[in-house]
C-alpha cells in the first residue's frame, strides 16, 4: 500500500501565496502521475493540477497562470506551489497518486489519496 501526507495548507489572505508538498511512502515499485484535487462545500471534487512521471503537466483552466505543479522523483514527492490566490480556493486539498505496488510476487497499480489539508483564502 502507499501512504500520501499533505502538509503546507492553512489560512492565507486574497493575492496571497502557500506551497502544498505531499510525500508517498510504502511498498512503492513506481509512481507514474502525482496530482491535487480540490473540494468545496458543496460542490464535487475537481482536479487541480497532476504532473507525470516525465513532467508533463496539466492545469484547472481556472488555476492556470496561478498554480504551478511540481515533483522529486527521488523523493517521491509532490508539490503545489499556489499563488494570486483567491477566496474560490478554498477548499480541502486532496493528494493523489497513481503507483504501482509491490503485491505478493507481483505489482498492484492503482490510484491512492492523501487524508486531505484545508485551504482557506479569506480576509
Known amino acids: 500500500q502507499v501512504q500520501l501526507v499533505e502538509s503546507g495548507g492553512g489560512l492565507v489572505q486574497p493575492g496571497g501565496s502557500l506551497r502544498l508538498s505531499c510525500a508517498a511512502s510504502g511498498s512503492i515499485f513506481s509512481i507514474n502521475a502525482m496530482g491535487w484535487y480540490r473540494q468545496a462545500p458543496g460542490k464535487e471534487r475537481e482536479l487541480v493540477a497532476v504532473?507525470?512521471?516525465?513532467?508533463?503537466?496539466n492545469y484547472a483552466d481556472s488555476v492556470k497562470g496561478r498554480f504551478t505543479i511540481s515533483r522529486d522523483n527521488a523523493k517521491n514527492t509532490v508539490y503545489l506551489q499556489m499563488n494570486s490566490l483567491k477566496p474560490e480556493d478554498t477548499a480541502v486539498y486532496y493528494c493523489?497518486?497513481?503507483?504501482?505496488?509491490?503485491?505478493?510476487?507481483?505489482?498492484?497499480?492503482?490510484?491512492?489519496w492523501g487524508q486531505g489539508t484545508q485551504v482557506t483564502v479569506s480576509s
Open positions: 493523489n497518486a497513481d503507483a504501482q505496488t509491490y503485491y505478493g510476487s507481483g505489482r498492484l497499480r492503482d490510484g491512492y
Open positions: 504532473i507525470t512521471s516525465s513532467g508533463t503537466t
